[in-house]
């Protein structure tokens, strides 16, 4: 025998409870979404590598150190997608919708790429589910895309183990001021940076604040703080959106260290975090984009969304969703198993999930129907048939009765 294939590093198959877990919380979003009016889009997996050199910036993390880039057969750069706002950014570009029917609502959902150490909540394939409103500047459609994420984990039941957590990396003219007094407080203490950070230091100074490393989380501490760098316009933006989440009753912390990765974000940015997954603890994540449209060449064009990380959603559910109850079909003798069929194609058009047992006799095939979930078997002996006939036995109660093969389908319904 050939040496058994392991998945790729990083890489996880999703089987049984596992998909269930996951099923669970991406339908979960698409429903509630839905109802804040996002429709469902979905961009290709790979993109042209622009799209993210542009669009998330040559010296986010992702760019410089995370992606899957590679030259296709015709000479091209294809960039296994990392993130989907960039993507759906594009797309809004390339499909001419850039200026139509502005505000647009999507929602997303697939997964994403990135090359990292794997651990706990954190994989080089992973999933992401998200929305972006497009066209909205006023804070508003920031209070709404942060409601409708809460609104989210509260339906998957994580509403007591979740905090939000919100900053504001304010307009240009803030940035370049708060911007200033960073490289100022840093620059005093570079040699105590890790090498990153050094190298962050001079070409992107607001990073630092999102690094992992120990040593510069203790200099982060003590790092000036962005409130006093807000011009009075971005602080006034802020407090309408902090303003909105309470009118609302959205209880939030305001944390000063708060940056996303990524080059694209302004104003408002946000995180859904627990305690519940050691060092994985964000498991949502946004803030607001107005630069990234007009990076993928369309107008300029304001955006604020989130992207949540489906595989750290489902190790947090408190409960496993249950596996689905199928009715077993267990004809007995050859003649039974041709009637079978047609009667379990009757059933499922019903809308009936029907599993047919094959082998052994019926002892086995029970056996097989209750380690199966079954809720039910539908017992097919010849005899029954020519009479019209079957046995319906709820394997949950072990009672057993004769009932009429018309009269199947509305026995099995009420029975659910
Ligand atoms: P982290 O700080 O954990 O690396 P990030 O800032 O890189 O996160 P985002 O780019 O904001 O993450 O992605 C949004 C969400 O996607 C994260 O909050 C997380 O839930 C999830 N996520 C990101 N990277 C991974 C990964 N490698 N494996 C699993 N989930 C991930
Ligand atoms: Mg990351």
């Known amino acids: ?39 469902e889009w979905s961009t290709p997996i790979f993109e042209d590598t622009r799209v993210f050199s542009r669009g998330l910036g040559d010296t986010s993390d992702v760019v410089s150190k995370e992606m899957y880039t590679f030259t296709d057969r015709g000479g091209d750069s294809i960039t296994l997608r990392p993130e989907g706002t960039a993507g759906l950014c594009r797309a809004l570009v390339s499909n001419g919708l850039a200026q139509a029917n502005l505000p647009r609502r999507v929602f997303c959902a697939g997964p994403m790429f990135r090359y990292e150490r794997p651990q706990k909540g954190r994989q080089r394939q992973f999933h992401q589910i998200g929305i972006e409103l497009i066209g909205v500047p006023e804070p508003l459609g920031d209070v709404e895309v942060i409601a409708c994420g809460w609104a989210i984990l509260k339906a998957l039941g994580l509403g007591d183990k979740i905090t939000l957590e919100i900053n504001t990396l304010g307009d240009g003219e803030s940035r370049a001021a708060y911007r ?26 607001l990073r630092i604040l999102d690094s992992k490393d120990e040593g510069d989380r203790a200099l982060i501490a003590g790092a000036p703080s962005f409130d006093a760098h807000l011009t009075p316009s971005a602080r006034e933006f802020f407090a309408r959106v902090t ?25 408002t940015a946000f995180e859904f975090t627990t305690t519940a997954l050691g060092a994985q603890g964000t498991v949502m994540a946004g803030g ?45 003798g050859e003649k ?55 046995a319906l036995k709820d394997l949950d109660s072990g009672e057993q009765a004769d009932v009429p093969l018309a009269e199947l389908e509305a026995r099995l319904k009420r029975d659910r």
């Open 180 to 205: 200033a007094a960073l490289v100022s407080y840093f620059s005093a203490h570079a040699s105590k940076l890790s090498a990153d950070s050094q190298m962050r230091l001079e070409r992107n100074p």
């Open 336 to 390: 039974a198993e041709t009637a079978a069929l047609a009667i379990a194609d009757r059933l499922r058009a019903a809308g009936l999930r029907v599993e047919l047992g094959y082998r052994g006799n019926l002892k086995r095939r029970l056996e097989n129907a209750n380690k199966r979930g079954a809720r039910a078997a539908v017992i097919l002996g010849e005899d029954e048939l020519a009479r019209g006939m079957a």
């Open 1 to 39: 025998m050939a040496s058994p294939l392991q998945p790729v590093r990083g890489t996880r198959d999703l089987i049984g409870e596992d998909f269930r877990s996951h099923h669970h919380v991406v339908e979960t979003a698409r429903r509630v979404s839905a109802l804040y009016g996002f429709e």
């Open 243 to 267: 303003g909105g989440l309470e009118a609302m009753g959205l209880a939030y912390q305001v944390n000063q260290r708060l940056v996303r990765g990524l080059d694209y974000y302004c104003h």
């Open 288 to 332: 607001r984009y107005d630069g990234l449209v007009e990076q993928m060449g369309g107008p300029p064009t304001p955006g604020v969304g989130w992207a949540a990380g489906v595989e750290r959603l489902a190790m947090l559910l408190a409960v496993e969703p249950e596996a689905p109850r199928p009715v077993a079909l267990v004809p007995l």
